[in-house]
């Protein structure tokens, strides 16, 4: 949060994961002259997760400048979609909620298999080329 580019909101936004390796990467929100263009805090994190060796997440958590946690927009719940590990937290207003919770009946990498005849893995990080 304290690195987020936010000269238009002055609306820090931080987020953190832990991936099931072990790791823990974070993001911030990014925001552009042509508002619309801003990039949130998840989509820095889920760029930082892949650009660092992909995985799946196995806890998240989003903050405002205050450090208080923020619920992920719309947008970002179904990019943590894409790279939620089974039973992944999401720290929510009043304690975890899982993925399930925070965007039911999602749209998802199962959505999409039947594309390359159901061989199309999300397992590989590098794959899908
Ligand atoms: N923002 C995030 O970074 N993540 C969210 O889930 C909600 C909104 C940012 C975008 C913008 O820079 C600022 O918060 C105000 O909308």
Redesign the pocket.
């Known amino acids: 949060m304290t690195r987020a580019y936010?000269p238009y909101?002055r609306?820090p936004?931080g987020a953190a994961a832990l991936v099931e390796d072990g790791r823990v990467v974070a993001g911030c929100?990014i925001?552009n002259a042509s508002l619309g263009l801003?990039l949130?805090?998840?989509c820095s994190l889920v760029s930082n997760l892949q650009m660092s060796g992909g995985g799946r997440i196995v806890a998240f958590y989003?903050v405002d400048g205050n450090g208080e946690v923020?619920?992920?927009?719309g947008r970002?719940r179904q990019l943590l979609y894409e790279f939620h590990a089974p039973g992944m937290r999401l720290m929510g207003p009043d304690g975890e909620l899982t993925m399930d919770e925070v965007l039911p009946h999602a749209f998802g990498p199962a959505d999409m298999t039947h594309l390359s005849g159901g061989t199309a893995t999300t397992d590989n990080p590098g794959g899908n080329r």
């Open positions: 936010v909101s609306f936004v929100n925001e801003t949130c805090a998840e989003c923020l619920m992920p927009c970002c």
